[in-house]
């Protein structure tokens, strides 16, 4: 997808391989989220806005790039109860501080850290930041789909009691001539993800209504 370079810094997980070779490329610009558009990005944003509900939760942003859901926020009038930016590329974290600093945002902070390989994360951000929700936003596309949901086990096993977990991926159920070039990133079975979710709590909701199933967003509570 990008033309390499030669490389001198440590070699990422495969999995942040990407996004790192991006940053290489784009610094700490659009082009090393990997998303298509600002549009699509824009869309999945309103969708998990509407699902987390930001103004009455501490919620962290796992894998946030430049912290864009929170300047989306932001822009639309809507400052989180609390915001932790969560993403594991060192030019991505400093954008989100900019983001932060030049908002003037009191409740929220970015973290530098790997959230796949860093197995006790989800339950030091519930107990250092009090965090009642998770978000993945575009975060789980460069995991296979048996890697995504063994992660989102463990971030909903350490939800605290009525936290949220709200997360997208690529969705395997797309309208009829829809973008089936996905680059690096993978789709899901998304009927096998909906049933993931159900065998974890009967609390769950499914958007698909959206960029024309392209992509589709679940939420869960624990009880």
């Not at 030669?6 to 990997?34: C, D, N």
């Not at 930001?54 to 109860?81: H, I, K, M, T, Y």
């Not at 983001?99 to 796949?116: P, Q, T």
């Not at 936003?137 to 605290?160: K, W």
Request: include cysteine; proline fraction near 4%; glycine fraction near 8%.
């Amino acid at each position: 997808m990008f033309k390499k370079k030669p490389k001198s810094r440590t070699p990422a997980p495969v999995y942040l391989e990407p996004y790192a070779e991006a940053a290489e490329v784009h610094g700490e610009g659009f082009g090393t989220l990997l998303w298509r558009s600002t549009e699509g990005q824009t869309t999945r944003f309103r969708v998990v806005e509407e699902l987390i509900e930001p103004a009455s939760r501490v919620f962290a942003d796992l894998g946030c790039g430049r912290a864009d859901l929170l300047s989306f926020l932001v822009r639309n009038g809507v400052e989180p109860a609390g915001y932790i930016g969560v993403d594991g590329i060192p030019a991505m974290v400093r954008a989100g501080e900019s983001v932060i600093r030049e908002n003037g945002i009191k409740r929220a902070s970015m973290v530098l850290a790997d959230f796949v390989a860093e197995t006790s994360l989800f339950a030091r951000l519930v107990a250092e930041f009090g965090v009642t929700g998770f978000v993945f936003s575009g975060s789980l596309n460069t995991l296979e789909q048996e890697q995504a949901l063994s992660l989102l086990s463990r971030a909903f096993d350490d939800l605290p009691e009525r936290g949220v977990l709200v997360f997208n991926f690529l969705s395997n159920r797309l309208a009829e001539g829809g973008l089936t070039d996905t680059g690096p990133a993978y789709r899901f079975d998304t009927l096998a993800v909906l049933d993931w979710a159900l065998r974890q709590t009967v609390l769950v909701q499914l958007r698909h209504d959206y960029l024309r199933g392209h992509d589709a967003t679940i939420w869960m509570q624990k009880p």
